[in-house]
């Protein structure tokens, strides 16, 4: 594998109406498809041979977009790149965060939640983050890599990527709909 792209899924409906979905379906809006489609158009250019993508229909809409323009045929769904369970916020609006959560932190201008009934903590996160890069590498993929995922679940394939701690990377990979982060996998000699 020369680089991996890790993109994360166009506008869907619950962005838009700033629901909290975590691992409820959701699906692309309008937005949503046009901005993978110039994602897709950036990564024509890239030598892309592989694309992986979570299960979620936000994702696989997502990843099969960018497929279609890089002339990929298969889709692989990587169940552990499903988002970070958001527990008893799931189907929320984002204002409830503070009213519900007891640990909550703003970080980029983003309120993150770590605890209560059924939240995945972001430790967690981060350990699936790494398994799936360790499996990643064993599939010795010839060209570049596209994993289609979700903002939380992404942060942490970034920080575990780049040999940074779950809360680095809550600070330095924020990212948007549609938009592209480039990692160097740290690989042990």
Known sequence: MSKVYLVRHGECTDNKQHIL??????????????QIKETGQK?????????????????????????????????????????????????????DIKRLAKKVEIINGIEYFFSGEGVESFPKVYKRAQSFWKKLVTYNIKG??????????????????????????LHKAFWKNGEILEVKLKTKK
């Open 43 to 95: 990564l024509a250019d890239k030598k892309i041979t592989a694309i992986f993508s979570s299960p979620l229909a936000r994702t696989l809409e997502s990843a099969k977009i960018i497929a279609s323009l890089n002339d990929i045929e298969v889709v692989q769904i990587v169940p552990s790149l499903i988002e970070r369970d958001f527990g008893f916020l799931t189907g929320h609006p984002t204002l």
């Open 21 to 34: 979905n975590g691992h409820r379906e959701s699906f692309l809006t309008a937005l949503g498809r046009k």
């Open 144 to 169: 570049n890599v596209v994993v289609v995922t979700h903002g939380d679940i992404g942060m942490m394939l970034k920080a575990s990527a780049e040999g940074w701690d779950w809360q680095t990377g």
